[in-house]
């Protein structure tokens, strides 16, 4: 079965700006440690470090935010540990790099422009973040 990950890319335009474009599949995309270090222009092991911290805080839970793609290569039967846009998000955070940067500023205007499209619902939602549980919990009114 071949799984549709969906891509991001941060590309330099011809004014020497930063352009990121994304498809996403059923809200979200797949990507390795090597293509986030792509991404973000980085080591990968420094992706894999914060990595390492996130889940090591508690930030995030790893079985909840990975995927174990399997594959043919050559004849051989190889997997690759696989992380979803959740994760890319948070290790961008940590990312000091020029494209980090550019990654984070599509992010919340991506975000801000979702919240201000989307249509008004009748609902209130309700989010509170408690820190002890590292979890929100989400109330609709």
Excluded at 68 to 84: A, D, I, M, S
Aim: hydrophobic share 40%; net charge neutral; aromatic share 10%.
């Amino acid at each position: 079965m071949i799984m549709e990950r969906g891509y991001i890319t941060i590309k330099e335009n011809s004014e020497n700006q930063l352009i990121v474009e994304a498809k996403l599949v059923n809200c979200t995309l797949w990507v390795s440690k090597h293509e986030m270090a792509d991404l973000f222009n980085v080591f990968v092991n420094t992706i894999g470090n914060n990595l390492r911290a996130i889940f090591k805080s508690g930030l995030l839970r790893e079985e909840e935010v990975t995927h174990t793609h399997k594959f043919e290569n050559n004849g051989r039967q190889c997997e690759v540990t696989l992380y979803n846009l959740e994760a890319l998000i948070f290790v961008s955070y940590r990312i000091a790099s020029y494209e980090g940067r550019a990654f984070r500023e599509w992010v919340m205007k991506a975000l801000t422009e979702y919240t201000r499209t989307k249509p008004k619902r009748e609902a209130e939602v309700l989010i509170v973040y408690n820190l002890s549980s590292k979890l929100p919990a989400i109330t609709l009114n």
